[in-house]
């Protein structure tokens, strides 16, 4: 494990788990403490950096036909998005969009945890209202336990040629909360449905509260022992 701010530790530490073959991913939100194994739970994220969305598009990679065609057309749904990412990593076989804060939400309480699934969750809900005018499938990775690739290291797919992950702009807005607001898209509250949805998600949440970048930079990260497993950031 590594502490959130040791930035240059973190950066070593996961191209040395890609220079042993283990595919290398960071979690979108920071854990309060160190997890025994795996990526951690979205009831323990203890703060986020800035949301995300993980855009695939069609290749040997994915057996979904309803995706983006390509990677141009993949950047053309990032460019029709009311807000533009602060970061865009090429993942390999997609595009992985960080909208960055101003300044990272620690949460305080349980009820700010629920808020900030609940903002992941609306936001993705945009993202794939968008694509949907197109006919296309934007994957749900809202969960606030979500790790995503660390650029840098190499994709190692099953079945596909070993691509680079590419960090391709880091240069755009920061924002705060309230800027996504306008554009949210409501969801269904899922109480009691056994989906895995946090029940009463709305109930829990204070007026006024509802409204993860390269988190990878303010996560913790652990090392896998085995050198043929993935290595996980929790």
């Known amino acids: 494990w590594v502490r959130a701010t040791d930035l240059e530790r973190i950066?070593?530490?996961?191209?040395?788990?890609?220079?042993?073959?283990?595919?290398?991913?960071?979690?979108?939100?920071?854990?309060?403490?160190?997890?025994?194994?795996?990526r951690g739970k979205a009831a323990t994220v203890c703060a986020l950096a800035g949301l995300w969305a993980d855009i695939d598009y069609q290749s040997p990679a994915h057996k979904a036909q309803n995706l983006p065609p390509d990677e141009a057309a993949a950047r053309a749904l990032l460019a029709e998005l009311p807000l533009e990412p602060t970061a865009v990593v090429h993942s390999g076989h997609g595009l992985q969009a960080w909208w960055l804060?101003?300044?990272?939400?620690?949460?305080?309480?349980?009820?700010?945890?629920?808020?900030?699934?609940?903002?992941?969750?609306?936001?993705?809900?945009?993202?794939?209202?968008?694509?949907?005018?197109h006919g296309w499938t934007v994957d749900a990775t809202a969960d606030l336990a979500r790790v995503l690739r660390l650029p840098g290291t190499v994709n190692r797919k099953d079945g596909c040629e070993p691509v680079p992950v590419r960090l391709l702009r880091l240069d755009g807005s920061r924002y705060?909360?309230?800027?996504?607001?306008?554009?949210?898209?409501?969801?269904?509250?899922?109480?009691?449905?056994?989906?895995?949805?946090?029940?009463g998600m709305r109930d829990a949440i204070p007026a006024g509260?509802?409204?993860?970048?390269?988190?990878?930079?303010?996560?913790?990260?652990?090392?896998?022992?085995?050198?043929?497993?993935?290595?996980?950031?929790?």
């Open 11 to 38: 950066a070593d530490t996961g191209l040395q788990a890609a220079a042993r073959g283990q595919n290398v991913y960071v979690p979108v939100g920071l854990q309060a403490e160190r997890q025994d194994s795996g």
């Open 101 to 133: 804060f101003r300044e990272l939400w620690a949460f305080g309480s349980d009820a700010e945890r629920l808020a900030a699934a609940e903002l992941s969750e609306r936001w993705q809900a945009t993202v794939q209202a968008v694509a949907a005018r």
């Open 176 to 199: 705060t909360r309230d800027d996504f607001e306008p554009y949210l898209v409501d969801v269904p509250d899922n109480r009691g449905n056994g989906n895995g949805s946090a029940p």
């Open 209 to 234: 509260q509802r409204n993860a970048t390269l988190t990878s930079l303010a996560g913790t990260m652990r090392r896998s022992s085995d050198a043929t497993s993935d290595a996980s950031l929790a």
